[in-house]
């Protein structure tokens, strides 16, 4: 009679880490609309389709996004351009995340083909709507709450699993070829309600209730947002500082001449508007740094469609001085440059209110968070990292997420146990930290206690 065989340390801390609850910290999850409304929202998920055009699929764009859903033609279109180039992503981690979740949620083994894929289609389809199901699928994954962006709300059908972060005015994000951007964001965003921001490289600029010529207006816009901010609808804010963006101490004098050199904008006047108007902002929201947490992303920078991991040096010594002005604030970064992550696990070592959350997306690549977790583990207390955010469209892209943070969390603690630095238990214990107990303490509730 055979014996058993025994697990390995990584698949015995795995098994363990299944115990473990998640707090999701970072979405794009639709209330009313959780799951997949067909199979374009699983494979054309932004990251795959990055997959595919560097394979040679002539559209690299994102499809129509919340709340212009694309039409059933248009997803149509594009699955059907994009079949053939699935065989050479076949060795990504995108693409393999793309199996896990139809195996393992649809039971679905087949290679995608143009034969197969309006039936599986359809199969997306019919579940789209079953709330039950939908809850099924975030219990499967252990994600007790999600935080979504506030505009994304819908009419609060799914508040009991989702909390909300303010993605409104990107005063310190560059967009492909603007220099004017901080402005025409802060005119946006001026005299209206929250909504959702301007996708990367979206290109279009629709017109604007208000438009800002001088100083003054600058403040009053400013005043205006910080004011309009639903406090208690939110436990963060999320926004881009940009690498491009020279962020330096600039007068009144020297905004309001670069404010009359609008029209002939370009780099100098740019990165004026973001330090001008990203101080302005800062200093504002200081007065309610009790109420909400400022999470930034930092790293990735426009190309026509989407990003490139891009950081300097300069912009990382930046952004310590710009948290160093604002101690009341608590700041959190969303990382998406592997090169950049000492550097930053060194300011969050010497700065108080800043912490590291997850992997951000030209980080959200096996290789990356293995580096990623091990540095931060080694290097900061378990309350200044949260290990978990999906970056997710729809549940299905958390669960994907989930597994495999789940997976290489386990590989990291299972080396630190194997030359003696933790137990199992001891390791289990970190994890249970940094997936659930510092979130929480951030703001990020339990479905269970709301």
């Not at 279109?77 to 793309?98: D, K, V």
């Not at 968070?369 to 729809?394: H, T, W």
């Amino acid at each position: 009679m055979s014996q058993p065989i025994s697990l390995t340390l990584a698949q015995e801390l795995e098994q363990g880490l299944a115990e473990i609850p998640l707090l999701d910290v970072h979405t794009h999850l639709v209330g009313g609309k959780l799951a997949a409304r067909g199979l374009h929202d699983l494979m054309l998920y932004h990251m795959v389709i990055s997959d595919l055009y560097a394979a040679g699929c002539p559209s690299g764009a994102r499809l129509a996004q919340f709340p212009a859903w694309p039409s059933r033609e248009e997803a149509r279109q594009r699955i059907e351009q994009a079949i053939p180039y699935l065989p050479a992503i076949r060795n990504t981690s995108m693409a393999w995340l793309l199996r896990v979740i139809l195996a393992d949620l649809y039971d679905w083994h087949e290679p995608i083909s143009a034969e197969n894929w309006t039936r599986l289609d359809d199969l997306l389809r019919e579940r789209a709507d079953d709330r039950s199901w939908q809850a099924s699928v975030l219990d499967r994954a252990g994600i007790r709450r999600s935080c979504t962006e506030l505009a994304r709300r819908g009419a609060g059908e799914d508040d009991g699993r989702l909390q909300y972060a303010l993605e409104w005015g990107f005063f310190t994000r560059s967009q492909w070829g603007e220099f004017d951007t901080a402005l025409y964001e802060l005119e946006r965003c001026w005299g209206r309600l929250p909504e959702s921001p301007l996708p990367v490289s979206g290109g279009a600029r629709p017109p604007t209730e208000h438009v800002i010529r001088t100083v003054a207006d600058v403040q009053e816009a400013v005043q205006y947002y910080v004011n309009h901010i639903p406090y208690n609808q939110l436990i963060s804010m999320a926004t881009h500082i940009s690498t491009d963006i020279d962020f330096h101490p600039v007068s009144e004098a020297e905004m309001a001449a670069a404010l009359n050199r609008r029209a002939q904008a370009g780099s100098l006047e740019r990165d004026i508007y973001a330090s001008y108007v990203n101080e302005a902002f800062l200093s504002a929201l200081e007065q309610h740094a009790d109420e909400i947490i400022f999470q930034f992303s930092f790293g990735a920078e426009p190309l026509p469609h989407e990003t490139a991991s891009r950081l300097s040096q300069r912009t990382i010594a930046q952004v310590a001085e710009m948290i160093a002005r604002h101690p009341r604030l608590r700041f959190q970064c969303l990382l998406a440059s592997r090169h950049a992550n000492q550097s930053l696990c060194t300011l969050a070592r010497e700065l108080p209110n800043l912490s590291l959350v997850g992997y951000w997306w030209h980080n959200f690549f096996p290789d990356a968070i293995l580096q990623v977790m091990a540095e931060r583990l080694e290097m900061l207390p378990v309350n200044k990292q949260v290990g978990f955010f999906s970056d997710a469209y729809c549940i299905e892209w958390s669960y994907g997420k989930a597994v495999l943070v789940r997976k290489l969390l386990a590989q990291t603690l299972a080396a630190n146990v194997a030359r003696g630095q933790y137990t199992i238990p001891e390791a289990l214990s970190i994890a249970r930290e940094i997936l659930y107990e510092t979130p929480r303490l951030n703001g990020m509730r339990s479905k269970d206690n709301h």
